[in-house]
Structure formats: C-alpha cells, structure tokens
C-alpha cells in the first residue's frame, strides 16, 4: 500500500470548516483514499472514502486532487465531538484487506 | 449494541503469562481483524480472518502469539510468556465483504493489556 503523510496536529475553531491535508504521491491507480479517525480510548472508526471523484456523506466532504497524489478531508461544521486522531490511508478495495495506519493528524477542537 | 465487542477491555499481567483475549464482531461479518496499537502509534496490523480460515498474519505476530476464529463467530488473540513489549492496546475490527461494498472495517473498544 502506498505511504501517506499528513501533518502531526491542528486546530480548529468550534463551529468552523476543517480541512485536513493527506499527501500520497505514490498512490496507484486501483488504490482507494480511506479516512478513519479515533476518538480518544475508543477503537478507529471509518469516515469516508474515494477512488478519484469527491465524495461527500454525512460526515465529511472528500476532496482528491485530478492526479490524486493529495486529498483533503473537509469536516464542514468542526464541534468538539470532533476532536480525534484522524489517519488518511490507501489501499486497494479487495485483495488486501488490511488497514495501514500512519500517525494520523491529531485534530483540536477549539470552543 | 450490536458493535463489536472485546474482553477484557484492560489486563495486568507479570512477564512470562500467558494471556487470551477475546472478540465477538457484528453478527454475520464474514472478516475479522486484530491490530496492536502502542501509545502514540497508529494501529498495526497483526491477522486477519475470513470466515474461519486465518488468511494473512503479519511478522509482527511472532510464535508467541496465536489466533484462532472457531466457527467463523468470535475469535481469541492469545499471548504467550508475555513481554514487557507486548504491552499496547490489542483491537479487533470486522467487516463484511460483498460485491461494490466500500469494505468498512468495524472497530471494537480495545483491549489493553499492561505487562509488569
């Protein structure tokens, strides 16, 4: 899987859009862009994904850029409830079935 | 709750026991993860099973570890004579695959296991 990289930690006003930032310059192109993110002493939890069109669902927007070596994960409306680690990761969707974890971004959340 | 479910969710132990952990996913997911995680880390990918049969187990899981999933239900993470390294946060995950699926895997609470 391709290696990802995202800045260690930022913070966010409450109420204001977060738009956090994932570099994957060695991704291939049957390779998705996965977000997950961990909420202290809870296990990860699955946000949103894409191949190469911007996603958006309940949680979160998706943007990945046309020659998909970086995407940005917008969560458009940041509460306190959204302060996590969160882990930009790439794989393939079927036959490899493991998550590959970075350090993620620790993302605050500021009243 | 129908989520995933671990337990014990905190162990203490000496250095040199054995300890079991156990994981019962969403009823009906066809895989089963276990990953380690060490404080400030991301989670590291230890085994994976579809249905029953154990499909890839990283070489992060040395001979003292064991994983079983009896029945393609829960499945058990056991250490042998623990180390001190051993010590982390042990999470189990399920998904369930099918055609066009976005494969999300499901996270339990962890297990955390402290070896003195």
């Known amino acids: 899987d391709a290696k990802t990289t995202q800045p260690p930690s930022m913070d966010c006003a409450e109420g204001r859009a977060a738009n956090l930032p994932c570099n994957h310059s060695t991704i291939s192109g049957n390779e998705y862009v996965y977000w997950y993110r961990q909420i202290h002493s809870q296990g990860p939890q699955y946000i949103i994904h894409?191949?190469?069109n911007n996603e958006t669902n309940e949680m979160a927007s998706l943007i990945i850029t046309e020659d998909r070596k970086s995407s940005t994960l917008i969560l458009p409306h940041a509460t306190l409830r959204d302060t996590a680690v969160y882990y930009c990761i790439v794989r393939v969707n079927f036959g490899n079935e493991k998550l590959t974890f970075g350090t993620g971004t620790r993302l605050t959340i500021i009243p | 709750d129908t989520g995933v479910s671990q337990d014990p969710r905190h162990k203490i132990t000496k250095r040199g026991q054995n300890v079991t952990f156990r994981c019962d996913p969403i009823?009906?997911?066809?895989?089963l993860y276990w990953y380690r995680q060490t404080l400030g880390q991301g989670p590291e990918f230890l085994t994976y099973f579809q249905n029953e049969a154990q499909l890839e187990k990283s070489r992060l899981l040395s001979d003292r570890f064991s994983a079983e999933r009896p029945k393609g239900s829960f499945s058990t993470l056991e250490i042998q004579r623990t180390e001190q390294g051993d010590s982390a946060m042990y999470l189990c995950?399920?998904?369930?695959?099918?055609?066009?699926?976005?494969?999300?895997?499901?996270f339990g609470p962890g297990t955390r296991l402290t070896v003195l």
């Open positions: 995950a399920s998904s369930l695959t099918t055609s066009g699926s976005r494969n999300e895997q499901f």
């Open positions: 894409g191949l190469k």
């Open positions: 009823s009906e997911h066809n895989r």
